[in-house]
């Protein structure tokens, strides 16, 4: 089964229900955070890459990250299909 990320997970149920929306809302902006630090990372990379006149696109890496992604799914979204 998958790992966990050590971090405890945000229960919609733990406040009054008026109260979910906001913490949906706070949820929201750190996956937007979390993405925006990926996109950075992976431009840093491209740009090495690019320099060093390595392949920027690598297909098997995506197909490789998806892998590692679906193996560690321990939530609600389907890992096939």
Do not use: Q, W
């Not at 229960?11 to 750190?30: K, S």
């Not at 490789?64 to 299909?81: K, M, Q, S, Y």
């Amino acid at each position: 089964m998958g790992r966990s990320s050590g971090r405890p997970v945000e229960r919609l149920d733990a406040g009054p229900p008026e109260g979910a929306p906001r913490r949906i809302d706070a949820i929201d902006d750190r996956i937007l955070e979390l993405l925006n630090r990926r996109a950075k990372a992976a431009i840093e990379v491209g740009s090495i890459k690019k320099d060093r006149n390595l392949n920027v696109y690598v297909p098997e890496r995506e197909v490789e990250i998806l892998r590692r992604l679906t193996a560690v799914n321990e939530g609600p979204f389907p890992t096939t299909g």
